[in-house]
């Protein structure tokens, strides 16, 4: 999971707000995490790579671990 501002380019998403595949409320693009889902090797005949933007309310939602944490510790340093 990744914010939309790191793109492969370090440029970042210059449009305007998009929405939140799960909630539908649009989001400015540095607050949106891109969310994609890759089939293994195995199965990339049947499937193909998946992309959605996902607000961090939902990212939260999902259980995303990583995220999760990250937010926990930045609260309990006082939001720095």
Do not use: I, W
């Not at 449009?15 to 607050?31: G, I, K």
Request: proline share 6%; hydrophobic share 30%.
């Amino acid at each position: 999971m990744k914010s939309v501002e790191r793109t492969r380019d370090e440029t970042g998403d210059a449009s305007h707000d998009r929405e939140c595949y799960r909630c539908d409320r649009d989001v400015a693009p540095p607050r949106l995490f891109r969310l994609v889902a890759e089939p293994p090797d195995t199965l990339s005949h049947d499937y193909q790579t998946a992309e959605r933007f996902c607000c961090p309310d939902c990212a939260a939602a999902m259980n995303l671990s990583e995220f999760s944490e990250r937010l926990k510790a930045r609260a309990r340093r006082g939001g720095e």
